[in-house]
């Protein structure tokens, strides 16, 4: 220890020892690795060490068993470059990073969790227009209010995040609504449900157990709901298919109109063959017996309205009864 970190320690009084406290209170002690300060600004080596005492003396304050580092990782700055025997006797390190401007300190540290890696506790203060002991004072409190924290993050209530995939699911937990997925929430310790619900998605669960101080990721993936049978839509005709039932349609049906006038027409005309005009019928125009000597000689014309009546009617009728065929007709290639 450098002059100037017995200087600090004195300063600190009796407390900073090279171990944990003796007393009920050690068997409550947590192991933990000092990794070295990360400093931004000129502080000379003997500063830096002195700081580190004051470190250290805060974390033995909190109740803290500090875990000493080998000399070839005492530059260790991460949990990367600590030997992996030193990590196995420890629960936790302690991070601070110590920033000088002038005579003005800023101290921030983070308690890391060796086994996940994840920062369970951070603590952060500075001091204005410090010398050496009152910045190593700041120092040594933030490290034992760690402590403090660590105790409260066991006993805080388990945290648990939930993601879905896809995100914007609604989540609830043990049947109550908590809200729209990512998120996170705290609830009580013990057995709980968690189901997210999409539309358009079979809805997903998750059944565990959550802990005091625990935090938890549950991650639910949701299942799209499988299409309905498509609605088979029967095909519809064609344009030119249609046009040319329309046609066929209206060919028979005129047809068939102008067979049966026609016909009727003819009938009516051999129907009065041979019989008198009356209209001319009169005085020297008849003969001794009275009949008339002007007759009707419409027989051949009623013949054949008749003949060409049935004709036109019945391929009308043809017609109409053909017309789907005649619609669904190929036309000839050229």
């Given at each position: ?20 406290p003796?007393?009920p ?63 196995a ?19 921030s ?9 994840e ?49 914007g ?12 997925s990512?998120?996170?929430l ?61 046609g ?12 049966i ?19 001319r ?37 043809v ?13 000839r290639?050229?």
């Amino acid at each position: 220890m450098g002059p100037a970190a017995w200087l600090l320690a004195c300063a600190l009084g009796p407390a900073v020892t090279d171990g944990a406290p003796a007393g009920p209170d050690a068997e409550a002690s947590a192991g933990v690795i000092a990794l070295a300060s990360s400093v931004r600004g000129s502080l000379t080596q003997q500063w830096r060490d002195a700081l580190a005492a004051a470190l250290r003396e805060g974390l033995s304050r909190g109740r803290f068993t500090l875990i000493e580092l080998p000399p070839d990782a005492a530059a260790c700055d991460a949990l990367a470059c600590v030997p992996a025997d030193t990590r196995a006797q420890a629960r936790y390190a302690v991070h601070d990073t110590i920033e000088l401007v002038d005579r003005n300190y800023a101290f921030s540290l983070e308690l890391i969790e060796i086994d996940s890696g994840e920062v369970v506790a951070t603590a952060a203060g500075r001091c204005e227009i410090c010398g050496l002991a009152d910045a190593g004072t700041e120092l040594a409190a933030l490290a034992a209010s760690l402590r403090d924290k660590l105790d409260r993050l066991v006993t805080a209530p388990p945290t648990v995040r939930i993601e879905t995939t896809p995100p914007g699911a609604r989540v609830f937990v043990d049947g109550e609504d908590r809200g729209v997925s990512p998120l996170e929430l705290q609830t009580v310790a013990g057995h709980h449900r968690i189901e997210a619900r999409k539309p358009g998605h079979v809805a997903a669960t998750r059944e565990l157990d959550l802990v005091d101080g625990v935090r938890e990721r549950v991650a639910l993936a949701l299942t799209p709901v499988p299409a309905a049978d498509p609605v088979v839509v029967p095909p519809q005709p064609r344009d030119d298919h249609r046009r040319a039932r329309r046609g066929a349609t209206a060919a028979g049906a005129t047809l068939l109109g102008v067979g049966i006038a026609a016909a009727i027409g003819g009938a009516a005309l051999w129907a009065v063959d041979s019989r008198a005009v009356g209209w001319r019928c009169s005085g020297e125009d008849r003969d001794a017996f009275g009949h008339c000597r002007y007759l009707y000689d419409t027989r051949g014309a009623g013949i054949a309205m008749v003949v060409g009546g049935a004709t036109a009617a019945i391929t009308g009728a043809v017609v109409l009864g053909l017309r789907e065929r005649i619609a669904n007709r190929k036309p000839r290639r050229r």
